[in-house]
């Protein structure tokens, strides 16, 4: 399915909030008939857009572009101006130790972040995990959601609190260290990770001339989706 990218003429400003929304899945029955099965709610960010002086050129594009969804409200993308993916503060990744490994015995530390292989953006560090580990054990990890705008998550690890070094960036839910420690990319100073983010819009969109003026004072209300 090709994603639609809304890309108004003018930037809006806008202001932003989380709610909870329940994250689904769709199954295909023996029937032929599509059925959608609640998973479990999931923290989604809302986004109000705001056009104060809008032009005509925009508010024939934001007008034809949600009739272009053909009745449905998405999804989309749109990448919000100086809005990067939040670093992932909170994200503890969980560890365990499991037998069969080459590990050196020790106390590990690990901390994650947030990273999109296509444009190279990665967010700041969670906090670290640490856990001591005998020798010859694997390191387990188990890690968070990654949000919208990031294809991989990065595992930062060490043996000292506050010098890890990169060791893997995964697609899964989960990783393991089994062998000795061999990362060298250090840790990121900042955040850069911009959000092409997947949108659903609420309607209606409200629209409203500006008095005395050829503008348009426009309001939009966006859903952060995971479909």
């Known amino acids: 399915m090709t994603v639609p990218v809304f890309a108004p003429p003018q930037e809006p400003s806008y202001s932003t909030s ?4 329940l994250l689904s899945d ?11 099965r609640p998973i479990n709610l999931r ?15 925009t508010r024939e594009y934001v007008q034809s ?12 993308t749109w990448t919000p101006q100086f809005e990067t993916v ?19 015995g020790a106390t590990y530390y690990v901390a994650i972040s947030w990273y999109d292989s296509v444009s190279s953006q990665e967010t700041l560090l969670s ?11 694997f390191l387990s990890v188990a890690l968070p959601y990654r949000p919208n705008g ?25 990783w ?8 060298t990319t250090e840790e990121p100073t900042a955040n850069n990770l911009l959000p092409a983010l997947r949108f659903m819009y609420q309607p209606p969109v409200q629209r409203e001339p500006v008095p005395g003026a050829q503008l348009w004072s426009i309001e939009m209300s966006l859903l952060e989706s995971f479909i």
Do not use: C, M
Not at 26 to 36: A, C, E, K, N
Not at 157 to 174: M, P, Y
Not at 176 to 183: F, I
């Open 150 to 174: 990031a294809t991989h998550t990065n595992v930062y690890v060490g043996t000292s609190s506050g010098d890890l070094k990169r060791e893997a960036s995964v697609v899964t839910r989960s």
């Open 65 to 76: 572009f949600t009739h272009t969804l053909d009745g449905g409200t998405g999804p989309f």
């Open 127 to 137: 906090q670290e995990s640490s856990l001591a580990v005998l020798a010859n054990k």
């Open 86 to 104: 939040p670093s992932p503060t909170g994200h503890l990744p969980v560890l365990s130790a499991v037998a069969g490994g080459a590990l050196v």
């Open 18 to 21: 989380i709610t909870d929304a």
């Open 26 to 36: 769709s199954i295909q029955l023996h029937s032929g008939f599509t059925q959608v």
């Open 176 to 183: 393991t260290q089994s062998v000795a420690l061999a990362g």
């Open 43 to 57: 923290p989604v960010r809302r986004f109000n857009l705001r056009w104060d002086l809008a032009t005509e050129a």
